[in-house]
């Protein structure tokens, strides 16, 4: 069966081109032109995958992200979006996609992007290659924690994860700092994930990119640092260790200093 996705976008030329675009590539597309309608479709008829411009007319592609998110739909979400900024980006994050293209964007980009957040969806592993989670991502060997590798700063098991002070249900995508619950989005959750699993190590751009997005968007990017900044901000706590590290000019580690 093809993988549905629906379109909300209020440019009749933007929204017609990526209808055209998204039929070709496989995908059944319901394309609509404003977010009541986004909406009424979403409940209606629930999508593999939402693609929601920011910028519409009455209810944005803003509020239809924290509506769904409200209501429970953890659907993946990719946004389309004009506004370049940081803060606007973080915006977006906020209320619940899990990633965006800024435009003008090139519709190989949103097709990765797309494929990106399905595999990471998919209850199979997403190339049917040992080794590959069923969210898409590569699995990391489990170090005994009396190892004396980097990776002894964790500890695992078939269904928690546990580092530098945090604890991570797989199962029920649920992570805590201490006792404090986290409120993470489904990207923020895997990349956490990933962070957690090498705790201690330290991990390159390109990896991290393979890893969670299944395709490095290059050098001038600013995809990764905006998703580390904002998972920074809903784990750092006033007077606490911080726990995710810059490595300038290589990537990011996880480690409690």
Same mark, same amino acid.
């Given at each position: 069966?093809?993988?549905?996705?629906?379109?909300?976008?209020?440019?009749?030329?933007?929204?017609?081109?990526?209808?055209?675009?998204?039929?070709?590539?496989?995908?059944?597309?319901?394309?609509?032109?404003?977010?009541?309608?986004?909406?009424?479709?979403?409940?209606?008829?629930?999508?593999?995958?939402?693609?929601?411009?920011?910028?519409?007319?009455?209810?944005?592609? @803003? $509020?239809?992200? +924290? !509506?769904? %998110?409200? *209501?429970?739909?953890?659907?993946?979400?990719?946004?389309?979006?004009? /506004?370049? &900024?940081?803060?606007?980006?973080?915006?977006?994050?906020?209320?619940?996609?899990?990633?965006?293209?800024?435009?003008?964007?090139?519709?190989?980009?949103?097709?990765?992007?797309?494929?990106?957040?399905?595999?990471?969806t998919?209850?199979?592993?997403?190339?049917?290659?040992?080794g590959?989670?069923?969210?898409?991502l590569?699995?990391?060997?489990?170090?005994?924690?009396?190892?004396?590798?980097?990776?002894?700063?964790?500890?695992?098991?078939?269904k928690q994860?546990?580092?530098?002070?945090?604890?991570?249900? @797989? $199962?029920?995508? +649920? !992570?805590? %700092?201490? *006792?404090?619950?986290?409120?993470?989005?489904?990207?923020?959750?895997? /990349?956490? &994930?990933?962070?957690?699993?090498?705790?201690?190590?330290?991990?390159?751009?390109?990896?991290?990119?393979?890893?969670?997005?299944?395709?490095?968007?290059?050098?001038?990017?600013?995809?990764?640092?905006?998703?580390?900044?904002?998972?920074?901000?809903?784990?750092?706590?006033?007077?606490?260790?911080?726990?995710?590290?810059?490595?300038?000019?290589?990537?990011?580690?996880?480690?409690?200093?």
């Amino acid at each position: 069966m093809p993988q549905t996705v629906l379109l909300a976008e209020d440019d009749r030329a933007i929204r017609h081109a990526l209808e055209r675009a998204l039929t070709l590539e496989g995908y059944q597309v319901t394309a609509v032109a404003d977010g009541v309608e986004a909406l009424a479709q979403a409940h209606r008829t629930p999508p593999d995958v939402l693609l929601l411009d920011v910028m519409m007319p009455g209810i944005d592609g @803003l $509020q239809v992200c +924290r !509506v769904l %998110r409200a *209501e429970g739909d953890r659907t993946p979400i990719l946004m389309l979006t004009a /506004l370049v &900024e940081t803060a606007d980006r973080i915006a977006g994050l906020d209320a619940g996609a899990d990633d965006y293209v800024v435009k003008p964007f090139d519709v190989e980009e949103v097709f990765a992007r797309l494929r990106a957040l399905l595999r990471r969806t998919s209850p199979v592993p997403a190339n049917g290659v040992p080794g590959t989670s069923a969210d898409g991502l590569r699995e990391t060997p489990q170090t005994s924690p009396s190892s004396s590798s980097p990776s002894s700063l964790s500890a695992f098991s078939d269904k928690q994860i546990a580092a530098a002070g945090l604890r991570m249900d @797989l $199962q029920a995508r +649920r !992570v805590w %700092r201490d *006792e404090r619950e986290l409120e993470l989005t489904r990207t923020e959750f895997e /990349l956490l &994930e990933l962070l957690v699993r090498n705790a201690g190590i330290v991990l390159d751009h390109s990896t991290i990119y393979d890893r969670i997005w299944g395709y490095d968007f290059g050098p001038g990017s600013k995809n990764l640092a905006v998703y580390v900044g904002y998972l920074r901000r809903k784990l750092d706590e006033p007077g606490a260790p911080q726990l995710i590290h810059t490595v300038r000019g290589v990537g990011y580690v996880l480690r409690e200093d």
